[in-house]
């Protein structure tokens, strides 16, 4: 599978993950991990900024399909293939924009920037 297939592999799994994340034959931890992977997918904030050479742009093309790679292990082979096939289309015009997802990540930096303030003073 060349680079193109798996990034349009990528843009379908996260609906579908999204989907499954609602099933009620998703296990417990699959769903913990769908709820990570589809929050950080529609974040606006990345963990690491893109402004930042090189490591900003790894989280996208190593954290993210790491992420739905492991929450699509976790999500059973029948539950995954009905919610890929419920996703089809469902986000054709791009990701749905919802800042409300972006609050673990804007947490998790206030958290570093408050430790860093602590070692320093």
Do not use: H
């Not at 930096?109 to 320093?120: A, G, H, N, S």
């Amino acid at each position: 599978m060349n680079l193109k297939e798996r990034a349009k592999k990528l843009k379908t799994d996260i609906p579908a993950i999204f989907l499954a994340l609602k099933d009620k034959d998703t296990p417990l931890i699959a769903k913990i991990f769908a709820g990570i992977t589809v929050a950080y997918a529609l974040s606006p904030i990345d963990l690491v900024p893109d402004f930042i050479p090189v490591l900003g742009y790894l989280d996208d093309v190593i954290l993210l399909p790491m992420l739905v790679a492991l929450t699509v292990k976790l999500i059973p082979d029948d539950t995954i293939e009905r919610s890929r096939q419920q996703a089809e289309g469902l986000w054709k015009d791009g990701k749905p924009k919802k800042w409300y997802y972006a609050i673990p990540i804007v947490l998790f930096w206030v958290i570093i920037f408050v430790l860093i303030l602590k070692i320093l003073i």
